[in-house]
């Protein structure tokens, strides 16, 4: 049931809202207590983590790493699963294994979580299908109650990877004394936030609409992003070319000028993502850049980012302010319906892209 929408897409971003504020019910005490099921874990006993998916998922980890390495101070390694399952790494002691998976089933992610067996302290894995093979082989599983997922192209399953993700690392750190009571609080809120945030996000659905018409004329479209929005561009570059068939790619943007500033021209747009934080100047600085090879930047950022480096852009996407901890969540939302729309400019089969199973089963 599409609940009136267009393609089950559409309904999956429309109603992250309320399924992010149900999986935040689900782990959070009314005094803002996180809890996790039965084992638990032991964040004192792990020296490092090694987090392996596929597509999405990879993606949701590559964020996750930002969070773990600064506010658990924890190292971890993120690989994806085809890579990791051939390569035999060694995995040192006291290493936490965590896998990532919407359906639980994926053969890649599978195989490499048999690798970890009898090598990793403790296999965890963070699934939306409690029943899966994934789930049933992990020592600790924790699920996402994103609900059924029937897009190809992963939406809500992302946004609530990142959340348990989130709320995971929050836990983490709070076991290793590396977060004050403070701070705590405050993500805790900002966290409770979101799904309001989100439905402010999806109100500029208008703007990213014209935006897309425009990108559904290109051949190649470059996404760039520093820090957490790194792996958001990476995920905007995905889901872009997954269901529109355009050429996207995405960079770390301080790696432009090692060379894919090359490929800019007056052909191809740019879509930046620079919510205004502490990066957001060195971002700016290659957008312009970009801008003075005359690449068309299509600027994602709050009011004030805005408002400070939007001119002479060639279109602008602004979000709510929110707290910087959020941001690679609340940004999914523009990332997705920005490749949303441009499908749909394109007319093409936006729940059934070609060649793509929703669940890769085999290798
Ligand atoms: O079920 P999984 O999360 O293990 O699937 C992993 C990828 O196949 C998946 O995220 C894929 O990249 C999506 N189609 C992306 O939208």
New binding site residues.
């Given amino acids: 049931d599409k609940a009136g929408h267009k393609h089950f897409m559409a309904k999956e971003i429309a109603e992250q809202p309320v399924v992010l504020a149900n999986t935040l019910a689900n782990y959070l005490t009314a005094n803002g207590e996180i809890t996790l099921p039965d084992p638990g874990i032991d964040f004192t006993a792990i020296d490092r983590l090694t987090m392996v ?5 990879y993606y949701a980890c590559l964020t996750a790493k930002y969070w773990f390495e600064q506010i658990a101070r924890l190292p971890v390694e993120v690989d994806v699963a085809s890579e990791f399952r051939y390569r035999e790494p060694p995995i040192p002691a006291r290493t936490l294994a965590l896998f ?7 053969a890649d ?1 599978l195989a490499a979580l048999r690798y970890c067996e009898g090598k990793a302290d403790k296999i965890m894995s963070v699934i939306n299908v409690p029943e899966s093979s994934i789930a049933r082989e992990s020592d600790l599983a924790l699920p996402i109650f994103a609900g059924v997922e029937v897009g ?3 939406t809500k ?1 992302f946004t609530c990877q990142l959340t348990v993700l989130l709320m995971l690392v929050l836990k983490a750190a709070k076991a290793r004394g590396t977060i004050t009571d403070t701070q705590m609080a405050d993500h805790i809120s900002a966290l409770r936030s979101l799904p309001a945030l989100m439905n402010l996000g999806i109100e500029q659905g208008e703007a990213m609409q014209s935006t897309a018409r425009k990108l559904a004329e290109a051949r190649d479209i470059l996404f760039l992003g520093r820090g957490v929005m790194y792996p958001l561009a990476l995920e905007g570059a ?2 872009l070319k ?1 269901i529109s068939y355009i050429h996207a790619e995405a960079y770390a943007s301080g790696e432009l000028k090692h060379g894919p500033i090359a490929l800019i021209d007056k052909s191809v747009p740019v879509v930046v993502m620079a919510p205004r934080d502490t990066l957001f100047d060195k971002t700016i600085s290659n957008m312009q850049e970009v801008m003075a090879r005359k690449g068309k930047v299509a600027l994602i950022s709050n009011a004030a980012g805005i408002e400070e480096a939007g001119d002479g852009t060639w279109a602008q996407i602004k979000m709510p302010d929110c707290p910087d901890i959020v941001a690679p969540i609340l940004y999914a939302i523009p990332a997705q319906l920005l490749a949303y729309h441009t499908a749909v400019a394109k007319g093409t089969d936006v729940d059934q892209p070609r060649n ?1 199973a929703k ?2 089963t085999v290798e």
């Fill in positions: 998916a596929c597509g999405t998922a990532v998976s919407q359906s639980g089933e994926t992610t190809v192209a992963s399953a995905l889901k997954e793509l669940s890769v």
